[in-house]
């Protein structure tokens, strides 16, 4: 992976969350200053990497099933008009 990408990895997770840098660092029960150096050096642990890209993934699987939920409330909507 390029710096960059996993410099961006760091800030997406950060912004999909809506959290900080400080917060990431405490979900992962790591030191704040840990997850400052990964972001702006992007040199980024493969185990970290996953675990990143695993929080990514669980935040659209989590928007998509509120979609899914939301779309079944419409049908039994319909279903009773």
Request: aromatic share 4%; net charge positive; with cysteine.
């Amino acid at each position: 992976m390029t710096e960059e990408k996993e410099e961006n990895l760091v800030k997406k997770v950060c912004n999909e969350y809506n959290i900080t840098q400080t917060e990431l660092a405490k979900r992962l029960d790591i030191p704040r200053g840990t997850v400052g150096r990964w972001s702006s050096d992007g040199n980024i642990p493969r185990g970290i990497g996953i675990a990143l890209n695993l929080m990514l993934e669980n935040k659209e699987l989590k928007n998509k099933l509120v979609a899914l939920k939301l779309f079944k409330d419409a049908i039994k909507a319909l279903e009773n008009i």
